[in-house]
């Protein structure tokens, strides 16, 4: 595995002043291909922002990164953090947009120290326009993006989904835009401030849900286990449990027919085209469910994937990562924590031929390199002693 400093973004230094999800998500997947990320705690730490320090979330959240403790409410760990940014590429934060104003860190003070500086901002609804100022959470991002009414069983009322899509999507978009920021500096040689909103990055993982209305002028409803326009694709009850399958195309469709043995789905005229199964898709998903439930989710697997029919099992997390296909992709890397032992942690869903990602450390402890980075600043031992009584640090 690549050493720190060393993987295809070594050359990077990252300034981590982010909390709880989304802006972490961001940082981590720099971190893992290879930048020097330092996490700026407050000299209390960062439990519970983000869960429990050595609780499962926050340990997959800041694998790779060192931690030093710095008060940002007085005017001596503002200094440093300047001292800090005048040597670094890129800085993400995630404070609601007047706190950077209020403590002096916001793009514009920080750009006079390093007009070079990535400087990423994350929100819940941008940084401007009427609802700046209001706090940011996943599951509002999700209302107000449109996606919990097209999630859940037809009828049944808003629904959330399983994950904080919002927070991660968010991320993600965060980092790509550091990414074109930094290939972007290579031209002007300037840095610049990246924003990415939950609201924003919700709505634009409703993709073809949302194209539907802004092209369509189609309002999307719930679904539920049905695939929105392609039929028959869903969930189907087995003999032994559930399975998904995607039948959906003329082509496949016919083929699903024939391992059902069921011509008349084939022939029947209410079926014949894709918007003729749709529109009967109750009554078809009734007469498929008929035939499912005559054998075990395994059998219906190896004769689909045999026609070259999609489908697949329906699995909870342990078994996820129990498949022989997720094994052999190697989805996880484990790492050794002080505290913990060993720890396994999910990895990255991209690979590169020659400059793989890596997970080289465990989440630090709170402050585990403040007098390191401080050093690297040319803080002597003395100083570092006094910032520490005076609780800069």
Known sequence: MSAPGQGPLGRFKV???????AGPTAVRQLADWGADVIKVESPEGDAGMGGERHGPDFQNLHRNKRS?????KSAEGVAILKRLVQGAD??????????????????????????????ASISGFGQDGPYRERPGFDQIAQGMGGLMSITGLP?????????????????????????????EREQ??????????L??????????????WTIGHEVPAQAGNDHPTSIPTGVFATSDGYMNIGAAGEAIYQRFCKVLDAPQLATDPDFATNADRSRNRARLNEAIGAITRGRTTAEWIDLLNEAGVPCGPIYRINEVFADPQVRHLNTTRHVQHKVLGDVEVVGQAVELSRTPWSVRTASPEPGEHT????????YGDAEIARLRQQKVV
Not at 99 to 109: A, E
Not at 192 to 197: D, G, I, K, T
Not at 371 to 378: N, P, T
């Open 15 to 21: 300034i981590d002043l982010s909390r709880v999800r």
């Open 68 to 72: 030093m403790t710095l008060n940002l």
């Open 90 to 119: 890129v800085l993400v934060e995630n404070y609601r947009p007047d706190v950077k104003f209020r403590l002096g860190i916001d793009y514009q003070s920080l750009r006079h120290a390093n007009p070079r500086l990535i400087y």
């Open 155 to 183: 009828g049944q009322g808003p629904v959330r989904v399983g994950i904080p899509v919002a927070d991660l999507s968010a991320g993600i978009f965060c980092a790509m835009g550091i990414l074109v920021a930094l290939l």
């Open 188 to 197: 002007s040689g300037e840095g610049q401030w990246v924003q990415s909103n």
């Open 199 to 212: 609201l924003a990055a919700q709505i634009a993982m409703l993709d073809f849900q949302a194209a539907r």
């Open 371 to 378: 007098d390191a980075v401080l050093r690297e600043l040319g």
